[in-house]
């Protein structure tokens, strides 16, 4: 039942990562425009440069990190992923979770993060159970997505880890 129920979500997952990443380019990054789509409509130009100075709000300034943030988040999953053991088929699936979680929070290519590690997770957890190893297309899923995401975090003075 195990092994089904993990099929399946790998299947699934799989079949998301593919719409997800469908959008994410590794040769051209997103463009500007998209990591201010998350600042708020009504902000000025100069609000939105600069919050404090602007006398932004507080959930204007959450807003704007939230791009630092989901990078900030991906970096910790890929430590947290590190940590499973190799035959924790259990850790895997808590970091799948994790990673799903964070996927839905977040917009535009920022969501292929979360969605190439959660395949890699889920990959991972079913190869525990006999002590193998993640597909090679999970891993360069994430790969991908990490390239496809550097420099919105790179802006955002984050280094993304694989």
Do not use: W
Request: proline share 4%.
């Amino acid at each position: 039942m195990k092994k089904a129920f993990t099929a399946g979500v790998i299947a699934a997952t799989a079949a998301l990562t593919g719409g997800v990443l469908a959008g994410c380019s590794v040769s051209t990054p997103a463009p500007a425009e998209s990591v201010k789509t998350t600042a708020s409509p009504a902000s000025t130009p100069d609000a939105a440069a600069s919050p404090a100075a602007g006398g932004g709000t507080a959930s204007q300034g959450a807003k704007a990190a939230g791009t630092r943030e989901a990078c900030e988040l991906f970096n910790k999953l890929v430590v947290d992923y590190a940590a499973v053991s190799p035959t924790d088929s259990k850790g895997y699936e808590d970091v799948y979770l994790k990673a799903q979680d964070a996927k839905d929070r977040v917009t535009g290519d920022l969501q292929g993060l979360f969605a190439s590690l959660g395949l890699l997770a889920i990959d991972h957890s079913a190869a525990a159970e006999s002590g193998g190893k993640p597909a090679r297309e999970s891993q360069d899923a994430v790969r991908d997505a990490v390239f496809a995401n550097s420099a919105a975090c790179t802006a955002e003075g984050v280094t993304l880890r694989l």
